[in-house]
């Protein structure tokens, strides 16, 4: 019994689109290189007005726009996007930085630089969302793993669609 080859000898099928974009360079992704910058200078900036290298006392966070219930309920909705931006101790950032620069760099050389910094941004905010309703006043909460873990799940809808452009 035949069954059809799921490789091609037509000289018209697309190449693999994810082989050539797998080690972006720095160049072809602006955005995930400005995201990164910003969450680093952040990081330090509270470092140098007494944030913590651990994961320590929320005081400087709370001062600096993390996401906590009676503050952003409070008027506050700026918290829900300043939030991406903060990290509790160096793990926390080191992590998110590297899981950023790990799928951000390939997001928005597949999905374009508006539509990468608008799936950031908007999950990030919908995650931050997320956290309020079900964390309200028992939680401050900051970091981009919101965003990050939508990433992921972008570029997860991506190789189930293309998935006849993905080597096996």
């Known amino acids: 019994m035949n069954r059809p080859s799921r490789h091609t000898d037509n000289a018209d ?8 974009l797998l080690h972006a360079r720095p160049a072809q992704a602006p955005v995930t290189v400005t995201l990164l910058a910003i969450n680093i200078l952040v990081f330090l900036a509270m470092l140098l007005n007494g944030g913590s290298l651990w994961h320590g006392s929320t005081a400087v966070p709370l001062q600096w726009g993390a996401n906590f219930g009676p503050a952003t309920q409070d008027g506050q909705w700026w918290r829900l996007g300043s939030a991406l931006f903060l990290h ?18 390939l997001i928005e050389q597949l999905f374009g630089r508006g539509r990468f910094i608008t799936l950031y941004l908007g999950s990030g905010i919908i995650g931050n969302l997320l956290s309020l309703a079900i964390q309200g006043n028992q939680a401050v909460s900051g970091g981009a793993s919101g ?13 189930l669609r293309e998935r006849r452009q993905v080597d096996p």
């Open 13 to 20: 099928a697309a190449p693999p689109v994810l082989s050539s």
């Open 88 to 105: 509790f101790g160096i793990v926390h950032l080191a992590l998110n930085m590297w899981a950023l620069w790990d799928v951000g760099r």
């Open 147 to 159: 965003a990050i873990f939508s990433l992921y799940g972008a570029l997860l809808v991506f190789l």
